[in-house]
């Protein structure tokens, strides 16, 4: 594991206007539309961001309502990795129930999602 490994945060809401103004509002920021990059798979998925840097310290993360997934106390945590097949596989053989194989996010690289051994949704990421 790299040093400080998590790489992404993601926080489930139900009701996107609502959340959007409570974080900006909160934050004094203004979030940004990321656009959906599965919209086969999940079509109604909708996304804000919150300000990120690639070049300052920190993990950056953004609003995500996802039919299917939970809010009220659903904040999903990317690990970042070399291979994130390779950590989900690894996830698996030792209990885990894979949510998302391996999957493109375009030029931000690949995600994959896991739910460990005491039911919380993990995600991987990697750039390969």
Same mark, same amino acid.
């Given at each position: 594991?790299?040093?400080? #490994? /998590? *790489?992404?945060?993601?926080? !489930?809401?139900?009701? &996107? #206007?609502?959340?959007?103004?409570? !974080? ?15 919209? /086969? ?11 990120? %840097?690639?070049?300052?310290? +920190?993990?950056? =993360?953004?609003? $995500?309502?996802?039919? *299917?997934? #939970? %809010? =009220? =106390?659903?904040?999903?945590? !990317? ?15 030792? +209990? ?8 493109? $996010? =375009? /030029?931000? @690289?690949?995600?994959? &999602?896991? /739910?460990?051994?005491? *039911?919380?949704? $993990? @995600? ?5």
């Amino acid at each position: 594991m790299k040093a400080n #490994p /998590v *790489g992404w945060f993601e926080i !489930y809401v139900q009701d &996107m #206007p609502r959340a959007k103004a409570f !974080y900006e509002a909160v934050f004094q920021t203004k979030l940004e539309a990321l656009p959906n990059p599965d919209p /086969v798979e999940f079509a109604e998925t909708e996304m804000w961001t919150f300000p990120m %840097s690639m070049q300052d310290y +920190g993990a950056s =993360g953004a609003l $995500i309502k996802m039919p *299917g997934c #939970p %809010s =009220g =106390g659903s904040t999903l945590v !990317y690990f970042a990795c070399d291979d994130c097949a390779l950590e989900l596989a690894s996830a698996e053989a030792h +209990g885990a129930k894979v949510f998302k194989s391996k999957t493109s $996010i =375009g /030029v931000n @690289g690949f995600i994959a &999602m896991f /739910v460990d051994t005491e *039911g919380n949704m $993990i @995600g991987l990421h990697s750039m390969q």
